[in-house]
């Protein structure tokens, strides 16, 4: 299959052409390629010995001493250097003998397909030419046939008209000799020049065009070579597996061996040894704790009212943790087993100790379990927090009883005047001991459980203790809200008021998430509420028996001198009835609507055992139990009062909702309405005489230290002749000190201190003010508060000017 036999053809001359085109254009692209990768691999090399330097350079010294794997770092970074020298090394050469050889065979390439094309053309040329003059004889041929042919025929025509002689035969013979001389030369010229084309069209066929194809093909075919070492240059210089490249990677794999993880930290270990660290104890500070009166205790949850929501709210959400966290634990335990005892690959070394599943489920398993440790522990303390207070009602943890004890205090103050409400009958006392104390005589009663022995808190001792009286059968259908010492829903505040005497006790409602539950509240080192347990059976116990009343509870725990609960210790020496002024709603019989206030109706009522009329302010039943609080410190504070100008409190009604504070009925109502529709009707002197009642109120309140804050016209009551009385006492404090409120909607502008308003205006005087009186009230306005007059000046100024009116009052 060679040039010379197939590629003889004119389509294949062309093809050969063409061919050697697009090889010189092959080369042409291996040049610029050449060129490019001769480039790549110079830029390589510099990026790499740079990137070796840098991390040389950042290789920390000191810190690293003794470290095999920074040694071998910096070994690894200087056989980099030399891969990226050899990388240069390589890219010179094929520069320096790749390149320079493809130029040169370029330029033999294109001569030598110069060369070809110039010698077919010759020898194509010359066949061609012979052709032509092949073609050219024969025409020459035919010429001299025909000239021939008509000189013949003259001179036989000639010779036939004039016999053999002659001078025009003569003639005609000489023409037809020379005609036939110039056929026959003509003749021979063609016959050898025949046999010129026969033999150049046989050698051009057969020698002349395969031997300029065959010599082509070997020319070409030695490109091919050439061609195929200039790759093979490049190939060997491209080889990253060469023997020198496979040097370095020895070398380096040599480093690596050096670097052995447990002889790693050798120097370093010996260098830094230390001692295992101590435990840090966290101690609790015991400093922050000592303002607290006791209720905040060192290391000991503090349950209260304040905190016993977000205990159990936090001891859920722990327990909810815990079970995730379990739960998570499990999982990952179950995949870590799996992933242990799982086939492990031969690169696994690495994965197994560093980053495989394993290890990290067991760090994460560890982490879990240290989480779920601290939950446990703080679930524990938290549960054993919430235990310990057992049936004990929540304690209150913030105690409003301070203003309590003021009052209490002041009350104390008073002596023992019949107004003195908070005192309690000795009498009434005795009769309630003797009360309770008969049905536990009767010791064959069934649901009385055996009296257990008498502890050292035996009431033997007990003042209080009455072992008189005449045998109350328990069949006594008597029920709970008929006892005494059963003080219905009498805010905690006052019953903390009314037990002031270790063994004190009393029994109130109270309501939480909408459940009534019955407190046992006892004075016991500070005052212990226990709600009342209910049993399956709806039975009644503490954490003692159970009984089907529980009346009959408490009469048990009275008798048994047994503490309501371990915890507590508490126990019942000294049942406190109720004060006075505590009546039982049924008491009261409202009639009709006097009006209406900040927490509820104002009736007209009757007192069913007296007849007598009242008023009574109501509390809505819908009201927060901070509101409900709030109502009844006016109760709280009217007690403490008697006088003719301050409206007089008969009673509370605490035993169900809605809660009542019951006072006498003032039937003039507001002073404001009154005045707003009589004032026209009244004398100067009537007038005068209403304002020295406010002043002679006012001056009682302030002989007891008590700050109205809400002293108007339409906060007093105008009673029968005019009398007016100090009301609504719903702002007043105790106070050492006035206390400017802030926010306050209903402020009574004309009546408050400048300074309280921050406020320039002064009421002008109202027609037919006396000047004296205007006078007062502008001393009243006086910007500094030690300039006014009190209230004992301002009703001795009134009283002079009652008296000058000549007003008789009595
Ligand atoms: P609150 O203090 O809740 O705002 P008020 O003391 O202002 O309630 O009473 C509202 C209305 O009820 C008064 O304006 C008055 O008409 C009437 N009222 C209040 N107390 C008595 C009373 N003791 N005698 C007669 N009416 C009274």
Redesign the pocket.
Do not use: I, Q, Y
């Given at each position: 299959m060679g040039f010379s036999v197939h590629l003889q053809g004119k389509i294949a001359h062309e093809a050969l052409l063409s061919r050697q085109d697009a090889e010189i254009r092959l080369m042409d692209s291996m040049k610029r390629w050449i060129v490019n990768k001769v480039k790549c691999d110079r830029d390589y090399a510099i990026s790499l010995s740079s990137t070796a330097a840098q991390g040389l350079k950042t290789t920390p010294g000191d810190d690293l001493a003794g470290s095999l794997v920074a040694t071998s770092w910096r070994s690894i970074m200087e056989e980099l250097d030399n891969t990226a020298k050899q990388i240069r090394q390589n890219a010179d050469s094929i520069e320096s003998k790749a390149l320079d050889a493809l130029n040169s065979l370029n330029v033999e390439k294109r001569k030598v397909r110069k060369l070809y094309q110039e010698e077919h053309t010759r020898i194509l040329l010359q066949f061609t030419h012979l052709s032509d003059e092949v073609n050219r004889k024969k025409t020459e041929y035919q010429k001299y046939l025909e000239l021939y042919k008509l000189m013949r025929s003259r001179f036989e025509e000639h010779y036939v008209k004039s016999g053999r002689g002659g001078r025009k035969l003569d003639d005609v013979r000489d023409k037809y000799q020379k005609a036939c001389r110039k056929l026959h030369l003509t003749h021979n010229e063609y016959v050898l020049l025949l046999c010129e084309a026969v033999e150049f069209e046989k050698d051009f066929r057969t020698v002349l065009l395969p031997g300029l194809l065959e010599h082509q093909q070997s020319l070409q075919e030695a490109f091919i070579l050439s061609l195929k070492h200039i790759l093979q240059e490049i190939a060997n210089n491209s080889d990253l597996s060469s023997e020198k490249f496979r040097e370095i990677h020895k070398r380096i794999e040599n480093c690596l061996d050096t670097i052995k993880p447990h002889e790693e930290y050798k120097d370093f270990t010996e260098k830094y040894k230390s001692t295992p660290a101590e435990p840090i104890k966290f101690t609790f500070d015991e400093s922050l704790v000592e303002d607290s009166a006791g209720k905040l205790l060192p290391n000991q949850l503090t349950v209260d009212n304040l905190t016993v929501e977000w205990l159990r709210t936090k001891l859920n959400d722990l327990e909810a943790s815990i079970k995730e966290n379990q739960e998570k634990r499990n999982q990952l335990t179950n995949s870590h087993e799996g992933l242990a005892n799982g086939k492990t690959t031969p690169t696994s070394e690495i994965n197994n100790r560093l980053s495989t599943n394993v290890d990290t489920s067991k760090k994460e398993i560890n982490e879990l379990k240290c989480q779920e440790r601290k939950m446990l522990k703080q679930t524990e303390l938290i549960k054993s927090a919430l235990n310990e207070l057992g049936c004990e009602e929540v304690p209150s943890g913030c105690d409003l009883s301070l203003d309590n004890q003021t009052f209490i205090s002041n009350s104390s103050e008073q002596g023992g005047s019949e107004t003195h409400l908070s005192k309690r009958s000795p009498f009434n006392h005795q009769k309630l001991v003797k009360m309770l104390r008969k049905p536990f005589r009767r010791k064959s009663a069934p649901s009385s459980p055996v009296a257990p022995p008498r502890t050292r808190h035996s009431r033997s001792d007990s003042a209080p203790r009455s072992e008189g009286g005449d045998p109350v059968s328990i069949t006594t259908n008597k029920s709970l809200v008929d006892e005494e010492w059963f003080h219905g829903v009498l805010p905690r505040e006052e019953v903390v008021r009314l037990l002031t005497t270790d063994g004190d006790f009393l029994v109130r409602e109270t309501t939480r998430n909408d459940e009534c539950q019955t407190v046992l509240s006892v004075c016991w080192g500070g005052h212990k509420h226990f709600i009342v347990q209910t049993t399956a059976e709806g039975h009644y116990r503490f954490e003692g028996p159970a009984f089907p009343s529980i009346r009959e509870l408490i009469l048990y725990q009275f008798n048994s001198s047994l503490p309501v609960t371990g915890r507590s210790g508490a126990i019942l020496y000294k049942p406190i009835p109720k004060e006075r002024w505590e009546l039982n709603n049924d008491d009261v019989n409202l009639l009709d609507k006097?009006?209406?206030?900040?927490?509820?109706d104002?009736y007209?009522a009757q007192l069913k055992n007296s007849n007598e009329i009242?008023?009574v302010?109501t509390c809505r039943v819908t009201l927060p139990e901070e509101h409900k609080k709030k109502?009844l410190q006016?109760g709280r504070i009217l007690k403490q009062y008697d006088h003719p100008n301050i409206?007089k409190l008969i009673g509370i009604c605490v035993q169900k909702q809605p809660i009542m504070i019951v006072?006498?009925?003032?039937?003039?109502?507001?002073l404001l309405?009154f005045l707003r529709k009589k004032s026209s009707n009244l004398t100067d002197a009537q007038l005068m005489k209403m304002c020295l009642d406010a002043a002679a109120g006012m001056r009682y309140l302030e002989s007891k230290n008590c700050i109205h804050r809400d002293l108007a016209a339409?906060?007093c009551?105008v009673g029968y002749n005019n009398v007016v009385?100090i009301?609504?006492f719903?702002m007043s404090r105790e106070e050492e000190e006035y206390i400017v409120s802030d926010g306050m909607k209903q402020i009574p502008i004309k009546w408050t201190a400048p300074e309280a308003l921050n406020f320039g205006y002064r009421m002008p005087a109202p027609d037919n003010t006396p000047d004296e009186m205007y006078r007062l009230m502008v001393r009243c306005w006086e910007y500094k508060p030690e300039v006014r007059p009190n209230f004992e000046q301002i009703y001795t100024v009134v009283d002079t000017l009652c008296a000058a009116y000549r007003v008789s009052f009595l």
């Open positions: 006097l009006g209406r206030g900040n927490f509820g104002v007209r009242v008023a302010k109502f006016e409206v006072m006498e009925l003032v039937p003039g109502g507001s309405t339409r906060n009551l009385k009301s609504d719903g």
